[in-house]
């Protein structure tokens, strides 16, 4: 109700956004010209506004100086509405929603949410307030709730002042600006967005954010109501410039058209004079209805671009704006009176009632007068100058037409009442037809949806019946297939057994072989004990002769201490030169026989040694004969065997093969019998369908006969296409087995080759360090030769030695008294025989030294050795703990993971419950807001008083 209605114009307000990253790569010129405060030209034309905004004002300001006001009003009872107009991705959104968490980038809707708590909160502490929000859009001219998407087409109804709401829309209690911002975030993340050539996030419908609030006062019971539409309209498109195509094409036609109907109504209140303003041609005109032109306080916001690209629509919305500018709303504060204050008015309204009829008698009484032909004087006449006259003509209409006396009122009375019922039943039967209509589209969208089922049906068995006929050509490929693979297995089958034969002769000559070898080897192993026993005799005389060369070389060694001892005494003295010659010449001639006794020797233990090398490489070579003849016999007993496993199991494969040869037969006659009933039972399924569709359109019960069939047939259809799908799952799982069977013996197949290239490997390598510990073995064998032969040669010399030891030791016992003359002859002579003892001593010096050397060596090598070994398994212990450590690592990174994995799952359960429990209460339960007082966290209960719901804190 309105107690002193006012009148007040659209407040339009005009915002440029600045040029965007693709306008400035495009060169676009920038239009706008800002002269004052509330105006810009555009084009050389100015426009006025009630204010305008350039492309540097921030969402505050643009809040301070819009939107704030409206605040106020809200709760001082009066209704507002704050919409955006404009061309697509000129900056609605940022202007009324913006980034919704940013303090500085937020735009209106969030600021206004924070605004009411702030000024609730700072009023009278009697006051209390109910606040309740709802969120819908207006998505290809259906009125969608964005909080409840399961309702998808409500309807527009009037109350009983009719005001236009939306029935059955969803209404959220909040007491919160948190509160306000969730339900803000829920419904914008079910809003219908797109991406176009001009806008990466391209509104597609028009939104409404209301908010209801109610405040009572505690003492006086006065109770006021507000309303605030919040309103962001789908831009304008221009197909051309936007690139919409498909579904989004049909978007931005019911949004052009929506605009169209929101500028023919904004034209028709412009002008004033038109008697029907086409609200109903819109469902977002039907619901802005009481905001343009009606009760409300109603701000625009018109949103350009300044890019010159845009410039037709940039003056189109201008134009919009200034003929908006026009419209004037008569508001008034929504009040519901008090029991007390209807009384007054009651009396007042009967007090004046009283006074008009007092009135209507006197004019009764003069009209009779005039009827009957008296003269009325004019001081009998009731004057206009009457103080009750002038309120009938200020407070009541002027009846023109004159009513026989006596009957005038009542007549009056009963065709105003039967009017004001006519207008009130015509609205009725108006909204009736509206959810008779509504009704009527939801049961003809549900038919032709069931229709579009019963098509999707039918193409899914058409396609289903063809997928079948593909899979019986499949099965029939593969049953050929099969039959080929059959004849290939038997070929191979004969080729196996024709190797087989072939091998069996070549195992028998190998037998043969082998036997022949094996005799040849007893009777080399015969010759190789003779040569052995040959061999150990002569390393027995070899020995002996090394005790007798070792005996000589230690009577050479003391014979040559003495002669030393005797040379240094210098008392020997010589004889004569006749003896010296002749003992001289004997000792030469023993000398020459001891070095061809020696030579001859030697080159009897080289024919010696020879032969007993000769003997152990043939012992050698018969040995390697035999290994070899040995591994090749072992290779053929294992071909052997394998081939007999593998005619047996390729035996049994074509056995089995036989069986599911004869299975895919039977399985294609079945088909093939399934496939013939199928296409007899379609054909009947679509004459009864044609029969049906004939009778739906005479009557509605053989309808849902109709669908009754249609229910049984596609039942029927299911079971057969389940049990089709069945029948082809058996197949293909057996098919499956026949291809894991032939994988598996492929399998073992290539495991049985890899593991002969793994011995093969294997004994390759145990080749080759047979043949590096064989060539040790004959470096050590060479070594040890050399070590004889030094042994020899020391032994020879100083069998030399040994024998001039005694050639001079006779010789100067034999001379030692003789004559002093040849003192000189002498004395040359022992110069010689000290220089060949002092040159047999260097030698045998260097060869003591080498021996010592090797002797060394050959130690620091066996020390060596267990180090090494050592070392080697201390490696080999060390690689094996470091495998299980890495093991360990593993196990304990899969048991973290999987114990992360169910804490993460535990949170997420444990956040959606408390988020589904505090959804669920704060959609039903009404939180009253007094202010001075913020929202506290302790428990609320809620109880129903008449009048409203309201909540006490404990």
């Known amino acids: 109700m309105a107690d002193t209605p006012a009148e007040c114009n659209i407040k339009v307000l005009c915002r440029f956004r600045p040029l965007n990253q693709s306008e400035v790569i495009r060169g676009d010129l920038f239009l706008p010209k800002f002269q004052e405060d509330d105006t810009v030209i555009v084009g050389g034309k100015p ?344 309120e009938q003509y200020d407070n009541t209409p002027i009846i023109d037409n004159l009513l026989p006396a006596g009957g005038g009122v009542s007549v009056i009375n009963e065709e105003r009442s039967k009017y004001e019922e006519d207008v009130s039943n015509l609205y009725r039967q108006l909204d009736d037809k509206d959810d008779e209509i509504n009704q009527q589209s939801q049961l003809a969208e549900k038919l032709k949806e069931q229709m579009m089922d019963q098509e999707e049906l039918l193409a899914s068995t058409r396609r289903d019946f063809e997928k079948i006929q593909e899979e019986l050509c499949r099965l029939q490929m593969e049953n050929d297939l099969a039959k080929e693979e059959v004849k290939e297995v038997l070929q191979a089958l004969e080729e196996l057994a024709v190797n087989y034969d072939q091998k069996s002769q070549e195992v028998e000559e190998r037998e043969q072989t082998n036997q022949q070898l094996s005799e040849e080897l007893q009777h080399k192993t015969a010759l190789l004990s003779v040569v052995q026993r040959e061999l150990n005799q002569l390393q027995e005389l070899n020995g002996l002769q090394r005790k007798r060369a070792a005996e000589v070389l230690n009577l050479l060694l003391r014979d040559l201490n003495d002669i030393g001892a005797i040379i240094g005494t210098g008392d020997i003295k010589t004889s004569s030169t006749s003896e010296t010659k002749g003992n001289g010449s004997a000792v030469e001639e023993e000398f020459t026989v001891a070095r061809l006794y020696i030579s001859k020797m030697k080159s009897e233990v080289k024919s010696l040694v020879n032969r007993s090398k000769q003997l152990e490489s043939t012992q050698a070579d018969a040995h390697r004969k035999i290994q070899a003849n040995e591994k090749e016999l072992a290779s053929c007993q294992l071909l052997v065997s394998q081939h007999q496993a593998k005619i047996k199991s390729l035996t049994d494969y074509m056995q089995n093969m036989e069986q599911k040869k004869r299975q895919l037969e039977e399985s294609q006659d079945a088909l093939s019998d399934e496939l013939a009933k199928l296409q007899a039972h379609e054909k009947r399924h679509e004459l009864s369908e044609e029969e049906d569709i004939n009778r739906l359109d005479g009557d509605e019960k053989l309808q849902t006969t ?50 002969y290239e793994k011995l093969k490997s294997e004994e390759q390598e145990k080749d080759a360090k047979l043949q590096n510990l064989i060539l040790l073995n004959e470096q050590r064998d060479q070594a040890r030769e050399d070590l004889k032969g030094l042994e020899e040669t020391v032994a020879k010399e100083l069998q030399t030695l040994h024998n001039l030891r005694k050639l001079f030791v006779q010789d100067l016992t034999a001379r030692v008294k003789k004559s002093a003359e040849l003192d000189c002859e002498e004395g040359l002579g022992n110069v010689a025989q000290k220089q060949k003892i002092s040159f047999l001593e260097n030698n045998l010096e260097q060869l003591t030294k080498v021996h010592k050397q090797l002797v060394r060596d050959n130690a620091d090598l066996r020390c060596e050795l267990p180090k090494l070994e050592k070392r080697l398994r201390a490696t080999a212990e060390r690689v094996k703990a470091l495998e299980n450590a890495l093991k360990e690592a593993k196990e304990n990174a899969m048991r973290d993971r999987k114990r992360y994995q169910q804490e993460v799952d535990r949170i997420k359960e444990a956040v959606r419950a408390k988020n589904m429990a505090r959804r669920g209460f704060s959609a039903q339960i009404a939180k009253p807001i007094r202010p001075g007082h913020h929202p506290l966290s302790s428990p609320i209960i809620s109880s129903i008083r008449p009048g409203g719901i309201y909540a006490h804190n404990n």
């Not at 704006?321 to 209807?342: D, H, M, P």
């Not at 109709?706 to 089709?724: G, N, V």
């Open 706 to 755: 109709l669908q009754e069939q249609l229910e049984s047939h596609r039942e029927a259809h299911q079971k057969q296409l389940s049990r089709l799908r069945d029948e082809i799952e058996d197949k293909q799982r057996m098919l499956d087995e026949l291809t894991d069977l032939n994988q598996g013996l492929l399998l073992e197949q290539e495991r049985f080759v890899s593991d």
């Open 47 to 390: 426009y006025a506004f009630d204010r305008v905004f350039p492309t540097n004002t921030t969402q505050e300001q643009v809040y301070n100086t819009c939107a704030k006001q409206i605040v106020k009003d809200v709760l001082s009872g009066y209704n507002g509405t704050i919409f955006a107009y404009g061309q697509t991705a000129s900056g609605k959104t940022h202007t009324m929603e913006g980034k919704l968490h940013d303090p500085h980038q937020m735009g209106i809707i969030p600021r206004i949410a924070e605004d009411i708590f702030n000024h609730i909160f700072a009023m009278d502490e009697n006051l209390e307030f109910h606040i309740k929000v709802s969120y819908f859009e207006i998505y290809m001219d259906k009125i969608r709730d964005l909080l409840d998407v399961t309702k998808t087409n409500l309807s527009v109804h009037e109350d009983k002042n009719r005001v236009p709401f939306v029935k059955g829309c969803t209404e959220r209690f909040v007491s919160s600006p948190d509160e306000v911002m969730d339900v803000i975030d829920e419904g914008k993340s079910n809003r219908h967005v797109a991406v176009t050539n001009m806008n990466e996030h391209s509104s597609r419908s028009h939104s409404i954010f209301l908010i209801n609030i109610k405040q009572e006062h505690v003492e006086t019971e006065q109770k006021l109501c507000g309303k605030l539409y919040l309103v962001d309209l789908a831009g304008s498109e221009k197909v051309s410039k936007t690139g919409a195509a498909g579904s989004v094409l049909d978007e931005a036609k019911n949004i052009n058209k929506s605009l169209s109907a929101l500028g023919n109504v904004i034209s028709a209140l412009a002008e004033g004079t038109k008697t029907h303003v086409p609200y109903r041609d819109s469902k977002m005109t039907r619901i802005l209805q009481d905001s343009l032109g009606g009760n409300c306080r109603t701000t625009m916001f018109i949103c350009c671009s300044p890019s010159s690209y845009n410039e037709g629509e940039t003056k189109s919305t201008l134009m919009f704006g200034q003929r908006a500018k026009t419209i004037k709303n008569t508001v008034s504060v929504n009040l519901e009176l008090t029991a007390e204050e209807w009384k007054k008015k009651y009396e007042k309204q009967k007090e004046k009632n009283k006074n008009l009829k007092s009135i209507i008698q006197k004019l009764e009484a003069e009209l009779n007068r005039w009827r009957n032909g008296e003269s009325v004087p004019e001081e009998e006449r009731l004057s206009s100058k009457d103080p009750k006259s002038i």
